[in-house]
């Protein structure tokens, strides 16, 4: 295990005070140069200073933990991701077990490496930060200098930190699967979080699978928003139709969530298209969009409940303090299950 640095030890390194460290890591400006407040949290950064409210839950004074959670950029609370709920109801059903909270410490682009530090070091205990979502490397290599358990969840970063990922892949070779044996073979994709790489990997699943069927995607009914809101399924499909004018309609919509799915569903009631009658729509999802209301939807996803459980007991493992384990990642994929719900039926043209 890494030494702890002191403050002492940061003041002489740096030939000043160790009151004047003390008052810039506890985040006191008033009356501190702004170039020796940058020098003290640069050096404490670089030295990896874990004050003393971060210790690990297993040492002895511990009474009491919690788990810091980051979102990716483009995420607010009071806009969050549908998956993400689920993944912290998750993790509060095995936490609260432990005594152990949950606090969020913001955004990707709402922090830096100073105002982390300035975070973390008011708290209690520190059990590990979960990173929510696809970000930046920089900023993973970033909160790992913290020297805490670092999960990233929905993305992997091998070598990086802890990993739990949905298996995309086998998601949508179910949904392609179920739709092929209907006798479905015109298939458009709806997508969404256009900049994100779970997108494009289950787009390129889509391609691959249909492929291995003898099914051509025609690449001019792959539409993509940039987010993946209900409104941005409806954009989408709205887009769809103006692409199909005077064509073939594609009779299985596959939806890169269950919002996007719902808003497709939206317009389809609005336009006259009749869903499962003349259109089947299926979603890579396992959230309460699935079922929150009838008609429910065609899907299959991995369970991000499941997953927040699997973040939780990651975190609240032990360290192996003398074995090899203590510097090596856990890269996990969670299983996906499927649900023919009531939006696909057998292709009728």
Same mark, same amino acid.
């Given at each position: 295990?890494?030494?702890?640095?002191?403050?002492?030890?940061?003041?002489?390194?740096?030939?000043?005070?160790?009151?004047?460290?003390?008052?810039? *890591?506890?985040?006191?400006?008033?009356?501190?140069? =702004? !170039?020796?407040?940058?020098?003290?949290?640069?050096?404490?950064?670089?030295?990896?200073?874990?004050?003393?409210?971060?210790?690990?839950?297993?040492?002895?004074?511990?009474?009491?933990?919690?788990?810091?959670?980051?979102?990716?950029?483009?995420?607010?609370?009071?806009?969050?991701?549908?998956?993400?709920?689920?993944?912290?109801?998750?993790?509060?059903?095995? *936490?609260?077990?432990?005594?152990?909270?949950?606090? #969020?410490?913001?955004?990707?682009? +709402?922090?830096?490496?100073? !105002?982390?530090?300035?975070?973390?070091?008011?708290?209690?205990?520190?059990?590990?930060?979960?990173?929510?979502?696809?970000?930046?490397?920089? #900023?993973?290599?970033? *909160?790992? @200098? #913290?020297?805490?358990?670092?999960?990233?969840?929905?993305?992997?970063?091998?070598?990086? $930190?802890?990993?739990?990922?949905?298996?995309?892949?086998?998601?949508?070779?179910?949904?392609?699967?179920?739709?092929?044996?209907?006798?479905?073979?015109?298939?458009?994709?709806?997508?969404?979080?256009?900049?994100?790489?779970?997108?494009?990997?289950?787009?390129?699943?889509?391609? !691959?699978?249909?492929?291995?069927?003898?099914?051509?995607?025609? @690449?001019?009914?792959?539409?993509?928003?940039?987010?993946?809101?209900?409104?941005?399924? #409806? +954009? $989408?499909? =709205?887009?769809?139709?103006?692409?199909?004018?005077?064509?073939?309609?594609?009779?299985?919509?596959? $939806?890169?969530?269950?919002?996007?799915?719902?808003?497709?569903?939206?317009?389809?009631?609005?336009?006259?298209?009749?869903?499962?009658?003349?259109?089947?729509?299926?979603?890579? +999802?396992?959230?309460?969009?699935?079922?929150?209301?009838?008609?429910?939807?065609?899907?299959?996803?991995?369970?991000? !409940?499941?997953?927040? @459980?699997?973040?939780?007991?990651?975190?609240?493992?032990?360290?192996?303090?003398?074995?090899?384990?203590?510097?090596?990642?856990? +890269?996990?994929?969670?299983?996906?299950?499927?649900?023919?719900?009531?939006?696909?039926?057998? $292709?009728?043209?």
């Amino acid at each position: 295990m890494a030494k702890r640095i002191s403050q002492n030890q940061i003041a002489k390194e740096l030939g000043v005070s160790q009151s004047l460290v003390s008052l810039v *890591l506890n985040g006191r400006r008033e009356g501190v140069a =702004e !170039e020796s407040y940058k020098m003290i949290w640069s050096e404490a950064v670089k030295q990896g200073y874990v004050p003393r409210g971060m210790q690990p839950i297993h040492a002895p004074d511990v009474q009491h933990s919690y788990v810091g959670l980051v979102m990716r950029a483009g995420l607010e609370l009071a806009a969050q991701s549908n998956t993400f709920s689920h993944v912290r109801q998750g993790m509060y059903k095995v *936490l609260q077990e432990s005594n152990i909270s949950m606090a #969020f410490l913001g955004g990707e682009g +709402d922090l830096d490496e100073k !105002e982390l530090f300035e975070l973390l070091s008011r708290r209690d205990p520190l059990l590990g930060i979960v990173v929510l979502g696809e970000v930046k490397e920089a #900023f993973l290599r970033a *909160l790992g @200098e #913290f020297g805490m358990k670092l999960v990233s969840v929905y993305a992997s970063s091998p070598g990086l $930190c802890h990993s739990i990922v949905p298996n995309d892949k086998q998601s949508v070779e179910q949904l392609t699967d179920y739709l092929v044996k209907l006798g479905h073979t015109k298939f458009a994709w709806l997508g969404g979080n256009s900049n994100l790489k779970h997108n494009k990997i289950r787009f390129a699943a889509l391609k !691959e699978r249909l492929a291995s069927r003898g099914i051509l995607l025609d @690449e001019r009914y792959a539409v993509n928003a940039e987010q993946g809101e209900r409104q941005d399924g #409806f +954009d $989408c499909t =709205e887009e769809l139709m103006r692409r199909a004018k005077g064509r073939d309609m594609p009779t299985a919509w596959i $939806c890169h969530n269950g919002l996007i799915a719902r808003g497709s569903l939206q317009f389809a009631f609005l336009h006259g298209i009749k869903v499962p009658g003349e259109v089947s729509i299926a979603a890579i +999802d396992w959230t309460r969009a699935s079922k929150e209301i009838h008609p429910y939807l065609t899907c299959a996803a991995s369970d991000p !409940e499941l997953i927040g @459980e699997e973040v939780a007991r990651l975190l609240c493992a032990p360290r192996e303090e003398n074995g090899h384990r203590q510097n090596m990642f856990a +890269d996990l994929v969670a299983p996906s299950f499927f649900d023919e719900g009531e939006t696909s039926a057998k $292709c009728a043209r």
